[in-house]
């Protein structure tokens, strides 16, 4: 699999990824990694029906996207070109600690009702999505903040930096 986008979005798959992303990095695969997804059928079939029928939509639970990962690394004949989506930054982490190794994460998009720190109007962060960028940040992940692709992009270490 060639993972050519690592995002944090609360709202997974909506018009900025469909429109922007997919286009501009000739994605033909989204992989959405989260449980509560994964679990609800109604969910994923409302995700599955929002994208164009040339872009296969895979839905997984942070473990098992895991163990899907290490199956696709050793399938030479894999390699499409996929947009990895976590709603939040704490399962991207988790899904980091459990063996998905990663150099950037990009995100879009987090809102929290326990925002402790507002780095922009899309991106809110609690304490645990700082605790959790910082542990991304201290495994050597480069995360930038970043709507669409012509956007510049933000460093959050910087955004962060009086926090950090």
Same mark, same amino acid.
């Given at each position: ?12 798959v909506?018009?900025?990824? &469909?429109?922007?992303?997919v286009?501009?990095?000739k ?8 449980? %509560? ?45 996929? &947009? &990895? ?28 009702? %326990? ?5 922009s109007?899309?991106? $809110? ?17 480069r995360?930038?903040?970043?709507r &669409?692709?012509?956007?510049?992009? $933000?460093?959050?270490?910087?955004? $962060?930096n009086?926090?950090?």
């Amino acid at each position: 699999m060639d993972c050519v986008l690592i995002r944090v979005d609360n709202r997974l798959v909506h018009g900025q990824i &469909i429109e922007a992303w997919v286009p501009f990095l000739k994605a033909s695969r989204i992989i959405v990694v989260d449980d %509560e997804v994964a679990s609800d059928f109604f969910r994923e079939t409302v995700i599955k029906m929002a994208v164009p029928s040339d872009v296969e939509v895979i839905i997984h639970s942070v473990e098992d996207f895991v163990k899907y990962n290490a199956l696709q690394v050793n399938d030479i004949h894999d390699r499409v070109r996929s &947009i &990895i989506l976590f709603s939040n930054v704490w399962d991207a982490l988790r899904a980091y600690a459990l063996g998905f190794s990663f150099d950037k994460l990009n995100i879009g998009n987090i809102y929290n009702d %326990e925002c402790r720190q507002k780095l922009s109007a899309c991106v $809110l962060l609690s304490d645990e999505d700082i605790a959790s960028i910082q542990s991304l940040l201290q495994r050597g992940v480069r995360i930038e903040m970043r709507r &669409i692709p012509r956007e510049r992009p $933000l460093n959050i270490a910087e955004a $962060l930096n009086p926090l950090l």
